[in-house]
């Protein structure tokens, strides 16, 4: 007679959070009951080991899924090591108290030696079939067990009956009655669905009848008008059991790893780089991780969830969308990671804390790392295909990844204003380049190669054989700071600030010609300094305009002009910033501004050049004017007086 039976109080605390708050969806009921399958039948192998009677004839290990729409029943059953009603009441009755668990601590008290896949917790992720049915049946006898089998059954109201019953062979069955609003989950396509999502790679076949109704045909093939129709049913297995991540890399071909990158990424070309490896030791975890040839379409979504790689345990699917497992900056990467050392019933909380995950992430990180800086070495043709690719998201673990902040400068490449459009230089071998007589590794942020190499600021650099790198990624004015040094070499804007390229003997023999420079221009500069007192900090005289004009710097520490645009169009407020407007000492419209001065301190000519010299800086910064109008009649109005001086010639 079945005798009824209260659940104790933590398990009923348990009852209410996983049906209300643990699993935000609720299909993840299949992949704990299979899951409990499999391990069920891993623990009857290990004791088949010891004791073949075990078996009782039944060696074929096998999970089957069984659907009864008439009594809206889902049954999944097993032939594993099944429970004795003692054992049913402390893996089911008691939370936290799992056979498995409780089955390895005897095993380490008896120092016998248990693979680290077999680690695991059977008994909270039960629970979860309480998400979907009203009631849930569990029938299990024990391998090797004399004595009858076990029911047990439960409404999830606090109360659950426990009686003998029979069963012909060892395992166990868990009915569940499912509610009305949850019948879907007896139809074959959504079975076959949530199997191929999280139990593909379960190692023990899953399986299912599959009714089919075939119609009486001729023999030409066509249906026969009210001919009889054929029912058949054959038991299909659900899973493909193909565990590639598990297998040894000798036995894995190169077609195997493309089509299970293929399968996992739904990428029509196969991965640029295949990363196989096992760690043992403080955390014991498979990973097989694929780079990509090319950045996927919405890699650059903010919204999108999947980060990457999807995170295993025993084989078990548990989330492709771990921000625990993966810094953003390798978000590009797909594959899986396959842990033993995380609880199958892992919740995203539980995620978030985990040590495991942590030590696991840092392994991840240093791998893929330590792989791209080998191909850099050896293949630099090969890498540069990669960085083209992901250069920009690399970039981004410069701010985020402080522990592998030198790892990261190595990886970087740029093109520099030595090397040719699309083609790139290591900082490694810029500095080799560097003459003795240069200091620092001087850099230009611009939006494309082009706007950098017709930077004014780059004469001074080019007339003295200074490299410059460029800089040409919105990140880059992000992460220049996060580099700081590199080599004991500082990183230095050569847009900002002031510049002196002089060595010491050079200084002295132009330090006559600067003060002269400075007091002829003493009070233009002054004048000019007034007239735009409104849109710049200053007028000075420039160190590093040797062509040009004019050009606009920034304080040293200032933001600089590809930040403020990249804020601007990101519509973020932007503090109004007043840059410096240098000019070009050795340039004859100095010569032609300072004599009109001289003539007139207060000559209306002076505002309108003044004005004229701030937005044609202002173009070859690439800044919008700020009254294109009135720029467009400027240049008409001296454009018409230049044409009346020519023809009164």
């Given at each position: ?371 791209l800086a080998e191909i850099k070495e050896k293949k630099i043709e ?228 003044a004005t004229l010299l701030y937005e044609q800086a202002l173009l ?24 009346k001086n020519l023809s009164s010639k």
């Amino acid at each position: 007679m079945a005798k009824k039976r209260q659940f104790k109080t933590e398990v009923q605390r348990l009852l209410d959070l996983v049906i209300h708050s643990l699993y935000s969806n609720k299909e993840i009921f299949l992949r704990e009951l299979l899951s409990n399958a499999s391990d069920a039948i891993d623990r009857a192998r290990f004791e088949a080991l010891q004791d073949e009677s075990i078996l009782e004839n039944d060696p074929e290990w096998k999970i089957k899924i069984t659907t009864d729409n008439d009594a809206h029943t889902l049954t999944i059953s097993d032939n594993g090591i099944g429970m004795t009603a003692d054992e049913v009441e402390k893996n089911i009755g008691t939370v936290a108290n799992s056979g498995t668990k409780r089955f390895l601590e005897q095993l380490q008290e008896s120092k016998e030696k248990l693979p680290p896949e077999l680690i695991g917790q059977f008994g909270v992720g039960f629970y979860s079939a309480f998400m979907v049915a009203d009631k849930v049946t569990v029938i299990t006898r024990r391998a090797g067990d004399v004595a009858s089998a076990v029911r047990w059954e439960s409404t999830g109201d606090g109360y659950y009956t426990l009686e003998g019953c029979e069963r012909e062979k060892r395992g166990t069955d868990v009915i569940l009655h499912l509610r009305d609003e949850h019948l879907e989950y007896l139809e074959e396509w959504m079975i076959r669905k949530i199997v191929k999502k999280y139990s593909d790679f379960v190692e023990h076949p899953i399986c299912m009848d599959i009714r089919r109704e075939e119609v009486e045909r001729d023999e030409e093939g066509k249906e026969i008008e009210g001919g009889e129709k054929k029912v058949s049913i054959t038991e299909e297995t659900l899973n493909s059991r193909k565990a590639i991540w598990l297998r040894p890399k000798a036995e894995i071909s190169e077609e195997n790893y493309h089509d299970f990158y293929k399968h996992i990424s739904h990428d029509f070309e196969k991965p640029f780089e295949v990363i196989h490896w096992n760690v043992e030791g403080q955390v014991e975890f498979k990973a097989l991780v694929f780079i990509p040839q090319r950045p996927a379409l919405d890699l650059f979504m903010p919204e999108t969830k999947n980060r990457g790689l999807q995170l295993y345990v025993h084989r078990v699917f548990i989330t492709d969308n771990c921000e625990e497992l993966l810094p953003s900056y390798l978000r590009f990467l797909r594959g899986v990671v396959d842990s033993s050392d995380l609880p199958l019933n892992v919740s995203r909380e539980m995620l978030q804390e985990a040590k495991a995950l942590k030590i696991i992430r840092k392994n991840i990180s240093k791998k893929v790392l330590d792989v791209l800086a080998e191909i850099k070495e050896k293949k630099i043709e090969r890498y540069t295909a990669f960085w083209q690719a992901f250069g920009k998201i690399l970039k981004e673990g410069l701010h985020l990844d402080f522990e592998n902040r030198e790892r990261l400068q190595e990886l970087l490449l740029f093109e520099t204003s030595n090397t040719d459009a699309g083609k790139f230089s290591s900082l490694a071998e810029y500095v080799q380049r560097m003459p003795e007589t240069q200091k620092d590794i001087y850099y230009l942020t611009a939006e494309d190669r082009r706007a950098a190499e017709n930077s004014p600021q780059l004469e001074a650099f080019r007339s003295k054989g200074y490299e410059v790198v460029f800089m040409l990624d919105p990140i880059d004015e992000w992460i220049v700071n996060d580099i700081g040094t590199y080599k004991d070499k500082k990183l230095t804007c050569i847009s900002k600030g002031d510049v002196d390229l002089d060595s010491e003997e050079e200084k002295k023999t132009k330090e006559e010609a600067r003060k002269q420079a400075a007091a002829e221009n003493k009070d233009l500069l002054a004048c000019l300094s007034d007239i735009l007192k409104d849109k710049v900090k200053e007028v000075r005289l420039s160190k590093r305009l040797t062509e040009s004009a004019c050009c606009l710097v920034s304080d040293e520490y200032s933001m600089g002009v590809q930040m403020e645009k990249i804020l601007k169009a990101m519509q973020q407020d932007v503090p109004a910033t007043k840059r410096i407007l240098e000019l070009n000492p050795t340039h004859p419209l100095l010569a032609v501004l300072r004599q009109l001065h001289a003539q007139d301190s207060q000559h209306p000519k002076l505002t309108e050049y003044a004005t004229l010299l701030y937005e044609q800086a202002l173009l070859m910064a690439q800044l919008p004017l700020e009254d294109p109008l009135a720029f467009a009649k400027r240049i008409s109005a001296l454009m018409t007086e230049e044409g009346k001086n020519l023809s009164s010639k």
